[in-house]
């Protein structure tokens, strides 16, 4: 009787760390851009402190394509907060990355394969002026001529990062997908 007992109890404990093990994990504030290309997420940009945002996201991989909702807010001393969600409100993911600290992140939906610490890079190599983004990066380059950034190694094109009036077109060439973001109008 006590060994099924213990079973059971064994059971049990390895289900709940499997479900907490699919819902949160934390990673390292150096996120991989491209193969032997890093983007160090460990101090936010300056000019980012005490800014706030709305965003719908246009993912397109392969032949799928999603709409979700993100909400960006970096508070004084530069933690940042990130909840995307899908386009009918239900929340998929919630990013903490405070300074110094490893990214923290808690997927809401099981089954839904989106990094959110790769979704903060792109951000970050969105928004952040080309200068703090360069000291930020190992083994590629940001470069900037008006309206068009890129992100080189090795004088090769990893990513393009395209201004417009109305959205910010980022295509990682690399991993092959695009995103295009647009502030959400009231």
């Known amino acids: 009787m006590l060994k099924l007992i213990l ?3 064994l059971i049990l404990l ?5 479900s907490a093990c699919a819902s949160q994990f934390s990673s ?10 890093s983007l160090n997420l460990n101090s936010m940009a300056p000019s980012m402190f005490g800014r706030s945002w709305q965003q719908v996201l246009f993912i397109t991989t392969g032949q799928e ?7 960006l ?3 004084e001393a530069g933690g940042v907060k990130l909840l995307m969600m899908t386009s009918q409100g239900f929340p998929i993911v919630e990013l903490e990355k405070l300074p110094k600290e ?4 808690k997927k809401m939906l099981v089954g839904v394969d989106i990094n959110p610490a790769y979704v903060l890079a792109d951000i970050a190599l969105v928004h952040w002026p080309v200068a703090f ?3 930020q990066l190992s083994g590629a380059l940001v470069e900037q001529v008006g309206t068009h950034r890129q992100v080189l190694q090795n004088h090769k094109t990893l990513i393009t990062i395209d201004y417009n009036d109305d959205a910010i077109t980022l ?3 690399v991993r092959d997908y695009k995103i295009i973001f647009k502030k959400v109008t009231q």
């Open 102 to 105: 490893p990214i923290k992140a």
């Open 65 to 71: 394509q999603h709409t979700l909702l993100s909400q």
């Open 28 to 37: 390292s504030a150096a996120i991989s851009i491209a193969p032997a290309a």
């Open 171 to 173: 295509h990682n060439i």
């Open 7 to 9: 079973q059971r109890a």
């Open 133 to 135: 983004i360069n000291e």
């Open 14 to 18: 390895t289900c709940i760390m499997l």
């Open 73 to 75: 807010a970096v508070n």
